[in-house]
């Protein structure tokens, strides 16, 4: 009976989906046995922090006010970029809008390195708004996507495990691909065309195709190229930008909510930029 | 009278039986996170070997489906695949546990490899897992490995349980 039970879940779950609350309930039920294995690690962490000393602690202060520093320069530059983006859009007569998203920040509970499955657990569930196909980022890039949400928790599939497929973009040449995940922090880049103008050092980011992962977030940067006789794509290796290994605090976006009001207005400023396209035409 | 015995027996462990899973799942989720995860043994099974082996008034067919499915969860595989071979591991030890229980630890650690090997080379058809060479060795010798935490855990496990039945 058992038997025929995990058969028919397996089938369900497999081709169907159908499971995912049998699965968020489960979830739920490991988080605490989760969170207590996480303590080890925690704790590792905590004491290695607590014995830096005064002078390291100088030094990390005087790089963050540093970082801090550039940081602010480069977000008065991108606000400009932002305002200039959206006056040429207009311009173009486009809708003049960049997804905006809800952050959040969650801790990393658990990593798994099992050859099975790549995923990270975090301390961020249903109750805080999570929901699954989340984009979860961290400083330097995209980390993965909300697969599976408990009420406490979360599971992120990250972008290297061989499941995952995203649509990328090489930032340079704007050359669209899809980027494969094949395990233990790398990736593979597929369908670019053998005649790409792609080199090694090229980064990849997210093309917004799909609708799950917003536009512009670097994903990998091109680790090898590979041509291979008559073939008619690239053979093309990756590897995340984003510290997978290391990620302790990551940002969960949410695409933001958008009001009928909001919406209206949109609908009326597309209209109104459509009639005046026409009128100039005309 | 020997029915009533064994039935006793597993009624005055219960607390050992769950605590023990527990830690075992805890464990399970301790090392998959390390980067040697390949070569250790799934330790809620080994535990439940234990119990299966050694308590023979339950079957455990149930615990292990309910295993299984929270080794689905924790390794992020299809729900129900782990569930199946825990199921049908549990089912094959089930058929010869009156001889698995008079063997000594040491002999029961080579049915422990056999098993585990059944275990590994199911998993490697059903989830194909993307192994390094490093890891493809880990992956293979995780029986032996369990081998090893059987020698450990069951005189350990025996002790407790002798210790609680003659309280």
Known sequence: ?282 | MGESFTYHRSAKVRWYFVASLLLALVSDSLVISVHASPIFPPFSLLVLFYWAGHFLDRSYIVTAFILGLLSDTLTQTPLGAHAIIYVSLIYLLSRHRLHFRSFTPWQQAIFITGYFFIYQFTNWIFFDPLLTDTHAIYFWLMPFSAAIFWIIIAPLFNRFTLQVEQN
């Open chain 1, 1 to 282: 009976m058992a038997f025929i039970l995990a058969i028919v879940l397996l089938a369900a779950d497999r081709y169907g989906e159908m499971v995912s609350e049998l699965r968020g309930f489960l979830l739920a039920g490991l988080t605490p046995i989760e969170q207590v294995a996480s303590i080890p690690k925690t704790f590792f962490k905590e004491f290695d922090r607590d014995i830096v000393d005064y002078d390291e602690l100088k030094r990390q202060n005087q790089i963050l006010k540093t970082e801090v520093l550039l940081l602010k320069a480069k977000q008065q530059q991108l606000i400009n970029l932002k305002q200039e983006v959206a006056r040429l859009e207009s311009l173009l007569g486009t809708t003049g809008k960049i997804a905006d998203h809800t952050v959040q920040i969650a801790t990393v509970t658990q990593f798994s390195q099992n050859p099975i499955s790549q995923f990270m657990t975090l301390n961020k569930g249903s109750k805080d708004g999570v929901s699954t196909q989340d984009t979860v980022i961290d400083a330097n890039g995209v980390v993965g996507q909300i697969i599976n949400v408990a009420p406490y928790s979360a599971r992120v599939m990250l972008i290297t495990d061989p499941d995952h497929h995203l649509p990328v973009r090489i930032q340079r040449t704007s050359q669209r691909g899809i980027l494969k995940g094949s395990g233990y922090d790398s990736s593979e880049l597929n369908f670019i065309p053998s005649n790409s103008n792609i080199k090694v050092g090229d980064i990849i980011e997210t093309s917004g195709l799909g609708g799950v992962f917003p536009s512009g977030y670097p994903v990998a940067t091109v680790t090898e190229v590979e041509k291979t006789g008559s073939a008619p794509y690239l053979k093309i290796f990756t590897q995340p930008i984003s510290e997978l290994n290391k990620a302790h605090k990551v940002l969960i976006l949410k695409p933001e909510a958008i009001s009928p009001q909001t919406l209206k207005t949109d609908l009326d400023y597309d209209l109104n930029s459509s009639l005046n396209q026409t009128e100039t035409g005309d």
